[in-house]
C-alpha cells in the first residue's frame, strides 16, 4: 500500500466535494475542478476528509495510483480553497506586459506583439509592466500557461533577457574576450 496514499485529504472549510461514478468534483470559493479516478481506485468522504484506497487485485498499479490519486485530489481541494499562483518576470530594455481581459500582450523584442489568451478559470495579472502572475483553482493548468507565456521568450544566458520564473536562476555565460591574444 501507498504511504502517501493511505493519508486522509482533509475538506476546508467552503469546499464542497461531491464524489459520483468514478468522477470527483471539488467546488470552492476560488474556482471548482473535476477528476476521473483510475481503474482500481476508490475515494469516499468519511467525517469531513476523503479517504483513497486501492484494490491490487483489479489493478496491479493500484499502490502507485493511489499515492497519485490522493495527492491530486489534495491539490483540488487546496485549489478551490486557496488557488494557486506562479509569477514571471520579463527582463530586457523594452520589454514590457499589459493584460486586457483575459489576453496578456507582450512586448519581448520581436516586430510584432505576441498575444496569448488566458484559458478559461485562469486569471492573469500584470504589476510594474514586467512582472506577470498566472492564477487559478488547477494546479496543472495554472503551470501550463506559466510555461507556455515563458515559452514566449526563454531567458538566453548572456545577458538574461526574456520570461523566466521569479524564483529561477539564469546560468550566465561569459561573453567573447576583445582583444585577447
Known amino acids: 500500500m501507498s504511504r502517501v496514499g493511505k493519508v486522509p485529504v482533509k475538506i476546508s472549510q467552503g469546499v464542497k466535494v461531491d464524489i459520483k461514478d468514478s468522477t470527483i468534483k471539488v467546488e470552492g470559493p476560488k ?3 473535476m477528476h476521473k479516478i483510475p481503474l482500481g481506485i476508490t475515494a469516499k468522504v468519511e467525517n469531513g476528509a476523503i ?5 491490487l487485485k483489479v489493478a496491479p498499479n493500484a499502490s502507485a495510483l493511489q499515492g497519485l490519486t490522493r495527492t491530486l485530489i489534495y491539490n483540488m481541494v487546496h485549489g478551490a480553497a486557496v488557488g494557486f499562483t506562479k509569477e514571471l518576470d520579463i527582463v530586457g530594455v523594452g520589454y514590457r506586459a499589459a493584460v486586457k481581459g483575459q489576453t496578456l500582450t507582450m512586448n519581448l523584442g520581436y516586430s510584432h506583439q505576441v498575444e496569448y489568451e488566458a484559458p478559461a478559470g485562469i486569471a492573469v495579472k500584470v504589476e510594474n509592466n514586467t512582472r506577470v502572475v498566472v492564477s487559478g ?11 507556455k507565456i515563458r515559452s514566449f521568450k526563454k531567458p538566453e544566458p548572456y545577458q538574461g533577457k526574456g520570461v523566466k520564473y ?3 536562476h539564469i546560468i550566465r555565460k561569459q561573453g567573447k574576450a576583445a582583444g585577447a591574444k
Open 31 to 33: 474556482g471548482k475542478t
Open 51 to 55: 479517504l483513497v484506497t486501492g484494490d
Open 137 to 147: 483553482a488547477d494546479k496543472i493548468l495554472v503551470g501550463m500557461v506559466a510555461a
Open 166 to 168: 521569479v524564483d529561477e
